[in-house]
């Protein structure tokens, strides 16, 4: 059994903050300042690492468990963390018809990082949090296995992202980030300082997200904790799915501050604070931090195939 150390990967912590000059924020008064969580560690980007740090701590070095569709950057990220420091993973993976068939990119890199699949039916995935289906998804995995839910998003997960925010302490005045299932913003919001506020930009559509982030903070801190609020309008469709001017947002901002932009996430929020401050949403002088949280499928600038299996499990 390995102990849980993670000094030997070497990661870029605190994430860096740069400052961008863009002159549809300026004119309205705002900086707009990049919270480079992407740059944390190349196979371990953004809050997939602090998502799953303090639940590696717990598993100390036994078998982890998790879940995810067929394209999950969390199960990537899972996987990569048991190469780099020695602990087997399983992922169970939505969708059974995918049993049998050649791995997706995503997939493969899991199984070479040494990643055991399992492939599961649909109707048991969904319900995989019901106490029986779970001990049925368990029944083959090794007995003292540690699990962590789909998207890693639990009590510890948001414990993890605290400390996001603290790197953030005097730093900013608002604080943004994409939000798949909110374990990241439930984090933030807690660790930011006095009049300090962090925003979710959600991916989904369902306005489900407020509940979330508030039971995952009563979860974590016995209640909610933190300035945080949502902007429901800016998930493109829903989740996993981009329009033809958010692309050209995208490619845009990219053109203008050589950063390649992920789409699923990170395009969303962008676009979102630069409408919300064109609607004077944030007064003239406020420093607005945007989370770059890296990508959805491990390159910044690849979406899956249109029509494949998405998870919305790569929270953020």
Request: hydrophobic letters at 40%; aromatic letters at 6%.
């Amino acid at each position: 059994m390995s102990l849980f150390d993670p000094s030997q990967l070497r990661l870029r912590l605190p994430s860096p903050l740069e400052e961008v000059a863009d002159e549809r924020f300026a004119r309205h008064g705002v900086r707009l300042l990049l919270k480079r969580d992407d740059l944390i560690h190349p196979d371990l980007p953004g809050n997939k690492w602090r998502k799953l740090a303090l639940n590696l701590r717990a598993a100390a070095g036994r078998p982890v468990l998790t879940f995810g569709g067929a394209y999950s950057n969390h199960l990537r990220a899972t996987a990569a963390a048991g190469r780099l420091l020695g602990f087997p993973t399983i992922g169970v993976v939505r969708g059974d018809e995918l049993a049998g068939r050649p791995l997706n990119p995503s997939l493969a890199r899991c199984a070479a990082d040494g990643m055991r699949l399992v492939f599961v039916d649909r109707t048991t995935y969904r319900a995989k949090d019901d106490p029986v289906v779970l001990a049925e998804i368990l029944r083959d995995a090794p007995p003292d296995a540690y699990v962590v839910p789909e998207g890693g998003s639990n009590a510890a997960a948001v414990r993890g992202c605290v400390e996001l925010g603290r790197e953030m302490a005097g730093a900013a005045d608002v604080v943004a980030v994409a939000c798949g299932t909110g374990g990241t913003l439930a984090g933030l919001a807690a660790g930011l300082g006095p009049g300090q506020r962090a925003l979710g930009i959600p991916v989904l559509k369902g306005g489900f997200l407020g509940e979330a982030v508030t039971a995952l903070q009563e979860e974590a801190f016995g209640g909610r904790t933190g300035d945080w609020g949502l902007d429901e309008r800016f998930h493109g469709g829903g989740y996993a799915r981009t329009t033809p001017a958010l692309d050209a947002f995208a490619q845009d901002f990219e053109a203008r501050h050589g950063l390649a932009i992920e789409r699923l996430y990170v395009a969303k929020m962008l676009d979102g604070l630069l409408t919300l401050t064109e609607e004077g949403a944030f007064p003239s002088g406020t420093r607005l931090a945007a989370v770059i949280t890296g990508s959805e499928d491990g390159s910044n600038l690849r979406t899956p195939t249109p029509g494949a299996d998405q998870s919305a499990d790569s929270s953020r």
